[in-house]
């Protein structure tokens, strides 16, 4: 536990922290792009992106001199669980990305610090403070508007909606994994074995739904794999632990306002007045999200 004084003297970020956190949102936004152009299913673009992700993990990990072995059975039955649901939530993700709007994917899919924060109120048995209650507000009403606004445009929009709710969610129980081991496990192998664990979970899930597995296509797979998992994540590993949570959560906006620049430019989704007021509260939301991870740090 620190006090509010000790955590500001203690993020020092040079400007290359700032490009790599800033970067690693950006390349992050594309992936629904990657997604969606991609001549496989959406599911099978996930089991791609982790599937040739896998080589080079393993690589990174060796190059840092990572143990990819020798632990506890209990760490195993934590980094398999991960990447099970690690799985689930690309699995529901893409599909959503498939039936919604690139804008409304993004910021739903990373609604999971607004979820992780009402987890936190729940396990620590208190009241919530007025910045977490407009935080909760503001979530679910600019989700009722996106959420409304999706069920005016077609019902498969609206399912496309639920179900990036619904990664959010897997989200929060893989983070929640994740961090029983964490200070355990270095980055690099944790990714490496938590991939490969939900690669059988995608390819099962992709099988199952009648998804072409093979793409014929195949640069938007490996522009997936290195925009999403290796920049994106490799980026972010490396520079989040240089900033507050309130520039985290103000640099994570980026990624839906990317998200809505690619989706008109390439697709011709436009936002109304209610979608763009939607997008705002929930923004807003997970700021405030964010800037409560800190004050419970």
């Known amino acids: 536990m620190t006090n509010s004084s000790d955590a500001v003297l203690s993020f020092r970020p040079s400007p290359k922290h700032f490009l790599a956190l800033l ?44 143990p990819l072995r ?23 993700w893409h599909v959503g990305i498939e039936r919604t709007k690139l804008g409304n994917a993004t910021l739903f899919g990373n609604s999971g610090s607004v979820i992780l924060m009402v987890w936190g109120l729940v396990t620590m048995h208190r009241r919530p403070h007025l910045r977490e209650f407009a935080a909760v507000a503001m979530a679910l009403g600019g ?13 498969r929009t609206l ?8 990664a959010g969610l897997f989200y929060v129980v893989y983070i929640l994994l994740v961090q029983n081991v964490r200070e355990r496990l270095r980055p690099w192998s944790l ?9 059988p979970v995608m390819l099962g899930t992709a099988l199952a739904m009648g998804e072409p597995v093979l793409a014929h296509n195949w640069w ?7 925009a999403s998992q290796m920049v994106g994540q490799g980026l972010l590993v490396y520079s989040l632990g240089h900033f507050p949570p309130l520039v985290i959560g103000l640099v994570l906006l980026t990624q ?25 509260l929930v923004g807003t939301a997970l ?10 740090a």
Request: include cysteine.
């Open 23 to 66: 970067t690693g949102n950006l390349a992050l936004a594309l992936g629904p792009w990657f997604v969606r152009i991609a001549d496989s299913g959406p599911v099978s673009a996930g089991f791609w992106r982790l599937a040739l992700a896998l080589p080079l993990l393993g690589l990174f990990a060796w190059r840092s001199r990572e």
């Open 70 to 92: 020798g632990y506890p059975a209990k760490d195993w039955w934590f980094i398999v669980g991960a990447g099970v649901v690690f799985a689930l939530d690309l699995a529901s």
């Open 143 to 155: 989700a009722g508007l996106l959420l409304g606004r999706s069920m005016e445009i077609d019902a």
């Open 159 to 166: 399912a496309g909606d639920l179900f990036c709710i619904l």
């Open 191 to 199: 990714l490496f074995w938590s991939s490969l664990a939900g690669c």
């Open 220 to 226: 938007p797979l490996i522009g997936l794999m290195l």
């Open 256 to 280: 839906p306002a990317v998200s809505v620049l690619v989706g008109w430019l390439s697709f011709g989704e436009v936002l109304a007045l209610p979608d763009a007021i939607g997008m705002a």
């Open 287 to 296: 700021v405030l999200a964010r800037l409560g991870e800190g004050k419970s």
